[in-house]
C-alpha cells in the first residue's frame, strides 16, 4: 500500500486509485470520504507543495478541524492560503452555505415543535454563523406548529435589545397562541446574563396575561444552545 509520505510527493492524479477523493467517492460512497478528502474534491488542485487533500487539511486545521467554524470564513479568508484563488474559495462558501441551508429546510419540514433540539435545529441557520447579536422569536400555534420565525432586533456583539411591545404585536398580528424566545451570544458563554434572565421572566409574565405562552428562551452559540425551560429557569 502506499504510504502517505509517499503519496504527499505526487498530485492528486498520480495517487493510487483507493487514495484519490473522487474515485473514492464512487467506489466506497460519499460516506467513507473524510471532511478534507471532500473539500479537496470542490477545490480540485492543491499547490506547488502540497496536494489538494493536504491543502484542505491545513485549511481545516486553521478552522479547528471544525466545519462550523470553517463556515464562518468568507471569500477573503480562504484565499490567504496558498492555492486557494477566489474561484476555489466561493465554491468552499458556496457548498458550506447549501449544507446550512439543507439543514434549514430539514427542520422547516417537522413543523411541530416538541422538544428545545426541535426548536433549535429549526432556527440555528438563521442564527449560528453570525458576528453580531440578533433576537427572534418562533411563533406556534395551539398545536406548537410553526407559524414563522420573525426576527424583532439586531445588535453589535455585545448585545441586542429586544421590545416586548414589538415581540407581542408581532405574535397578537400573527394570531400565534405561543412563542420561543432566542438570541445568539457570537462571542460569549453560552450561560445567560442577568439581563437575559429579567427579560424572560418579563416577557413570560406578559404572556401569561395575554394568553400567549412563552414556553422557551433558547441561546444560540455556533452549534449549542441553552434552554430556559429544560434548565428550569423559566
Keep these: ?9 505526487k498530485s492528486i492524479k498520480q495517487w493510487a486509485e483507493d487514495d484519490r477523493p473522487r474515485e473514492k467517492l464512487l467506489a466506497k460512497g460519499k460516506a467513507a470520504l473524510s471532511d478534507a478528502e471532500l473539500i479537496a474534491i470542490l477545490i480540485g ?25 470553517l463556515s464562518r470564513m468568507s471569500v477573503s479568508d480562504l484565499i490567504k492560503f496558498k492555492g486557494i ?27 411541530r415543535i416538541v422538544t428545545s433540539r426541535d426548536a ?11 458576528h453580531y447579536e440578533q433576537f427572534w422569536i418562533l ?14 432586533s439586531d445588535g453589535g456583539i455585545a448585545g441586542t435589545v429586544a421590545d416586548p411591545k414589538r415581540i407581542f404585536k408581532t405574535a397578537i398580528e400573527r394570531n400565534a397562541a405561543a412563542m420561543i424566545l432566542c438570541h445568539n451570544h457570537p462571542s460569549g458563554q453560552l450561560k445567560p446574563s442577568d439581563a437575559d434572565v429579567r427579560l424572560t421572566k418579563k416577557l413570560f ?3 401569561e396575561m395575554l394568553e ?17 425551560s429544560d434548565e428550569g429557569v423559566l
Design 205 to 207: 409574565q406578559s404572556g
Design 139 to 152: 411563533l406556534l400555534d395551539q398545536s406548537n406548529k410553526v407559524i414563522g420565525a420573525v426576527q424583532v
Design 45 to 69: 488542485s492543491g499547490n506547488s507543495s502540497e496536494s489538494a487533500v493536504e491543502l484542505s487539511r491545513r485549511i481545516l486545521q486553521a478552522a479547528a478541524d471544525n466545519l462550523v467554524e
Design 120 to 130: 433549535f435545529e429549526y432556527l440555528y441557520a438563521n442564527m449560528a454563523d453570525l
Design 1 to 9: 500500500m502506499t504510504s502517505y509520505t509517499e503519496n504527499s510527493r
Design 85 to 111: 484563488g477566489e474561484a476555489k474559495a466561493i465554491s468552499i462558501v458556496a457548498a458550506l452555505e447549501l449544507g446550512r441551508r439543507r439543514r434549514s429546510a430539514e427542520a422547516q419540514e417537522r413543523k
Design 212 to 228: 400567549i405562552r412563552v414556553i422557551d428562551h433558547l441561546i444560540i452559540r455556533h452549534d449549542q444552545y441553552f434552554s430556559f
